[in-house]
């Protein structure tokens, strides 16, 4: 679909442009193809050479595509590849503590290479070559093998590459690769979303190669927004992190127009990234050397890493060339590095960055070249950022990341984000991917969604908290709908992030049609939770609204962030309660247990909760003390009574939802959950499926797959007609499983309810728009002409003056 919008841009616009950089050589073949012709041109020979140009467009775009498709996926190849590079049999993967220089010394002696992103005392991972384990002990270093061959892994993963070069169902990011397919997916993206991305070129490698990055903002004049700048791929092995950085373009790209929060987030600011700075060492980890780390200057190669002026020479960097962390004859002595830094410095809006690294699980701010930290405000800040980021990854159902000070890993001077947080004057972090070790730089294919998915929501999270000075959210979205009778509540959250939020500065904004906004402020419920409350209106209008914070800085941010400009609208609804649980009188027809269940411990029942760090102290209800929860009884530790050894089920009874079948109704269920995975030995490892059945219990269709540790109680909505065909035979499922050992399990239900929402038409009302008129006559006579059903009024199976007569009736009394 891309490649065809790519196409459909060049020839309906005129001019394509195709990249296609080559890997032999280094240099770029680009092909402009300018379909506009000059007036002085016959009608005839502009139609030729139109004609001529469009079928080259197309030639050129289909072998470009084939080309890259082939590696995509999307063509299979038939004979997998065999693998070109250097061979290390024999070698291991080996951690080892080291104490002391000489210990260090003799160590990078033995090495093939060292894994660990900075080379000092403490722990680190090697490379070692046949023989030199045996070597440790008489060097007095503890060690333990992390993996007996590294070639194994590398076999494994060039097998798996080809193999999923094979496979027509797989995304871009289920597996990996070169150079050449990552700048023609880049292009792509681009062509494919005009009006919000733009291709340039931030300089060339040693070697010639391009470093392209990609603008990302919205419409309009961008030229006064605040850039976010992320990276990948400084050290060429670290393949990971090309994809993750991809990953968030394509999540912005696809997200405007349909995502509010990344929609907002474009309207403010631009988000440029960088896929891959070091092409020529990415280039040689496909076709020589698959551990290459640094780029290629004289064979030897500078670590791009080591190169950036803030700190450069000190700790952590090494002025020999054949170190990993040879830091280059002087700062930015490497085309690369300095690229990427006359480019941030000529667009002077750079406010924050992220360079993204593999492996070790961490979330690092600065310093790294030597033992300090920011001032003490920047400091709390950098922590509290990260520790939110690390929940946001926990949240999406990834592995833990460990927040920490860079110079708390090893210290190392010359890094990129030291100088993007000291000469740039960025909020910058560095972010080491997975895993933790086992895999180390051969990440599995299989884990690179994973991996970008995780860090996907920790991205938007901190671009938000680097642009603003407060963000404000809505937790489970804005209201759709509002009653007609009650005002609708729901909740809101503000966070301090630039700044902080000045108190009592939270207000609601609201309209009732066309009327004038009204503003009425949030209730505080503590740390940085609100209320708001929608009014009542007429069934079928519309209440736009819209929410404001102050900052003490004297910033107010809105959400959505154009506020009464394109704020959010709910539409009133009548509301009838179709049923209701407040879990208070018992367990009524509920389920607890069903045939098949395993868990041991934690199973689901209706009782009052004793709090735990896991599991809530209260239930929902106000007033109340009851709620379905697996396993009510704290115990002697954490893990005492949480969801053990299986899966626990909890099953509604059954409720009606037919009435939904009629026009203008909608079924929708809401109730409050809470669900906590993230504590224990294997943190985030389970999840809780929620599901919906029409014909009670006999088919089950997902509703929610729900990782979020939020430790609160949760509302949530859907309506039904949006899974399945509301009917009277609905039950719903809430499945609690610990499939993982270690895995901490607990999760609470209350307050279920199931609302019939919306605007009961009239009988004579055709297009159920609240009124009736001219257009509802037009409906009936054609519907009466068709013996459409619906028109015939007294349901006698016959279309006569009759129904005529009675639609005439009902229409002249309303």
């Known amino acids: 679909m891309m490649y065809a919008n ?6 309906a616009g005129g001019t394509a442009a195709v990249c ?5 050589g280094g240099s770029e073949l680009r092909l402009l193809l300018d379909t506009s012709l000059p007036r002085s041109r016959t009608n005839h020979q502009e139609g030729r050479m139109l004609r001529f140009a469009s079928r080259t467009v197309v030639l050129v775009s289909v072998v470009l595509a084939a080309a890259s498709w082939a590696q995509v996926g999307l063509v299979p190849e038939s004979t997998p590849q065999q693998d070109p590079r250097r061979r290390v049999d024999g070698h291991q993967l080996v951690e080892v503590r080291v104490n002391t220089q000489s210990q260090l010394d003799a160590l990078l002696g033995l090495a093939e290479s060292v894994w660990s992103e900075n080379i000092g005392l403490g722990l680190l991972d090697v490379q070692l070559p046949p023989g030199a384990v045996e070597k440790l002990p008489e060097l007095g270093i503890p060690h333990r093998i992390l993996h007996d061959d590294v070639q194994s892994l590398i076999d494994a993963e060039w097998a798996e590459i080809q193999r999923r070069n094979t496979l027509r169902d797989i995304s871009w990011y289920e597996n990996y690769h070169n150079y050449t397919n990552v700048i023609n997916y880049l292009n792509t993206l681009a062509a494919a979303h005009p009006t919000l991305a733009t291709i340039e070129i931030a300089g060339q490698s ?30 060429a092995r670290e393949w990971i992190s090309t994809k993750v950085v991809m990953y968030i373009a394509e999540s912005l790209l696809t997200g405007y127009g349909s995502d509010t929060r990344v929609t907002d987030l474009l309207n403010e600011c631009e988000v440029i990234i960088a896929p ?14 698959r551990l290459w780390r640094k780029n290629r200057r004289g064979g030897y190669g500078v670590d791009l890493n080591r190169n950036w002026s803030v700190g450069w020479g000190g700790a952590g960097s090494d002025g020999f060339t054949s170190s990993e962390v040879y830091r280059g004859t002087a700062p930015f002595s490497e085309p690369e590095t300095d690229a990427i830094r006359s480019f941030v410095e000529s667009d002077g809006r750079v406010v924050a960055a992220i360079d993204y690294h593999s492996y070790s699980q961490l979330i690092l701010w600065p310093w790294s070249y030597d033992y300090l930290d920011p001032p003490a405000d920047e400091l709390a800040r950098f922590t509290d950022v990260a520790y939110a980021m690390r929940q946001e990854i926990l949240n999406a159902g990834g592995v833990p990341y460990s927040p920490q000070p860079s110079y ?49 929501p920790a991205f938007l999270y901190f671009a938000e908290q680097a642009i603003r000075p407060v963000v404000i959210s809505i937790p489970g979205g804005a209201p759709a709908t509002a009653s007609t009778d009650q005002p609708t509540v729901f909740n809101v959250t503000i966070s301090d992030a630039a700044s902080s939020y000045e108190p009592g500065t939270g207000m609601l904004h609201y309209r009732v049609g066309s009327s004038s906004f009204t503003s009425a402020p949030l209730t505080s419920l503590g740390g940085g939770l609100f209320q708001a409350a929608l009014p009542s209106a007429p069934c079928g209008s519309s209440i736009d609204f819209y929410i404001t914070a102050d900052s003490t800085d004297g910033r107010t941010v809105s959400l959505p962030s154009a506020g009464p400009d394109a704020p959010f ?22 389920i607890a247990g069903v045939a098949g269940d395993t868990a041991t411990t934690g199973q689901w029942e209706l009782a009052n909760p004793q709090g735990t760090a896991a599991q809530p102290e209260d239930d929902h209800s106000n007033p109340g003390t009851m709620c379905w929860v697996t396993g009510a009884l704290a115990g002697s530790s954490l893990g005492t ?33 809470w669900y906590s995975n993230d504590q224990g030995a294997a943190p985030n490892s389970d999840s809780m499926p929620i599901e919906i059945s029409n014909d009670d219990g006999a088919t089950w269709t997902q509703l929610e797959l729900v ?27 809430f499945v609690a499983r610990d499939l993982s050992p270690g895995s901490i399990v607990e999760a609470a239900i209350d307050d279920v309810r199931l609302e019939l929402r919306g605007c009961a038409c009239a009988p004579a009302d055709m297009n159920c728009d609240g009124e009736l008129n001219f257009f509802d006559v037009l409906i009936f006579l054609d519907l009466f002409s068709a013996s459409d059903p619906a028109a015939d009024f007294n349901n006698d199976g016959e279309f006569n003056f009759f129904d005529v007569l009675i639609f005439l009736d009902m229409f002249s009394n309303g």
Request: hydrophobic share 40%.
């Open 6 to 11: 790519l196409l459909t841009a060049a020839v």
């Open 20 to 24: 296609c950089p080559r890997e032999k």
């Open 206 to 235: 040693i070697e010639g190669r391009n470093i392209p990055v990609i603008r990302i903002t919205a419409p309009g004049d961008a030229s006064a927004r605040p850039v976010v700048f992320i990276n990948g791929t400084q050290h």
């Open 276 to 289: 891959i700075v070091n092409p020529d060492g990415f280039v040689y980890t496909w076709t020589n050397y």
């Open 408 to 456: 708390d890993l090893y210290l190392a001077a010359g890094v990129a984000s030291d100088w993007f947080y000291g000469a740039a004057n960025a909020f910058a972090y560095t972010i080491e991917l997975r895993d933790d070790g086992f895999y180390g730089f051969e990440l599995p294919p299989s884990q690179i969604l994973p991996t970008c998915q995780e860090n996907w």
């Open 569 to 590: 609208t709910a539409t009133a609804v009548e509301i009838t309660i179709a049923f209701e649980d407040n879990m208070e009188s018992g367990t009524g027809a509920w």
């Open 641 to 673: 009574y949480d969801v053990d050894n299986g899966a626990t089920t909890l099953i509604t009874p059954r409720l009606d939802a037919s009435p939904a079948q009629a026009d203008g109704i909608d079924a929708w269920l809401v109730y409050y959950r």
């Open 707 to 733: 990782t979020e540790n939020l430790n609160r109680w949760e509302r949530r909505e859907f309506n039904i007609a949006d899974f399945v065909t509301p009917t009277d035979q609905i039950r719903v499922r």
